[in-house]
Nanobody, 120 residues
């Protein structure tokens, strides 16, 4: 099926930066959307940013102007550059991809999550 491997989380001080990366592999025919979601303790998982194969990006209001999503369609990778991090950004971040295994079978895959902690 589809495997997602994430990297880049960690501990950073407020105002700092981190870059998350995610690589998709497996029996992938095509990927429509790649993106990042996050879940803080006691809260529901929420969208952070997504990017379509056509290059359209969508961001949560809370991260606009601070986070930038990028994607390499040829390598099936997506990255999230996070600048000016705030304590409220502390969460587990999950990579998500939506696409097709073949013309008949769609898939919706999640990574294992990577922790981002913003604290002084």
């Amino acid at each position: 099926q589809v495997q997602l491997v994430e990297s880049g989380g960690g501990l950073v001080q407020p105002g700092g930066s981190l870059r998350l990366s995610c690589a998709a592999s497996g029996s992938i025919f095509s990927i429509d959307v790649m993106g990042w979601y996050r879940q803080a303790p006691g809260k529901q998982r929420e969208l952070v940013a997504t990017r379509t194969s056509g290059g359209s990006s969508n961001y949560a209001e809370s991260v606009k102007g601070r986070f930038t999503i990028s994607r390499d369609n040829a390598k099936n990778t997506v990255s999230l550059q996070m600048n000016n991090l705030e304590p409220e950004d502390t969460a587990a971040y999950y990579c998500n991809t939506v696409g097709r295994l073949d013309l008949r079978r769609p898939f919706d895959a999640w990574g294992q999550g990577t922790q981002v902690t913003v604290s002084s």
